[in-house]
Nanobody, 127 residues
């Protein structure tokens, strides 16, 4: 079992920056790729970013590419999402997620690939 806890959310003005953290505990050795998803009220949960175990490869949704950066510190079992130039449309609950290495097939944009999920952290960017 892996537990994920997001933190760092809050209310910021458009154009500002925010860094989210996702701390993992438990059987973290079973994980590899980590993902970030978000869900706005009345919207489906959508892919935001993903990062491989080494952190050498990252993937981003077109909507955040160039503004968001994912990184990780495996010594701390923590993944980060640096969000710059925030927009009102970035308002959502942000979730981190981890794959189970035994079942991951490489479709990092798909929710079903992630076996473990955090509870989410709210990011609000008012219009």
């Amino acid at each position: 079992q892996v537990q994920l806890v997001e933190s760092g959310g809050g209310l910021v003005q458009a154009g500002d920056s925010l860094r989210l953290s996702c701390a993992a505990s438990g059987r973290t050795f079973s994980t590899n790729t980590m993902g970030w998803f978000r869900q706005a009220p009345g919207r489906e949960r959508e892919f935001v970013a993903a990062i491989t175990w080494s952190g050498a490869i990252t993937y981003y949704a077109d909507s955040v590419k160039g503004r968001f950066t994912s990184s990780r510190d495996n010594a701390k079992n923590t993944v980060y999402l640096q969000m710059n130039s925030l927009k009102p449309e970035d308002t959502a609950v942000y979730y981190c997620a981890a794959v189970d290495r035994a079942y991951y097939s490489g479709n990092y944009r798909r929710e079903y690939e992630y076996a473990y999920w955090g509870q989410g952290t709210q990011v609000t960017v008012p219009s």
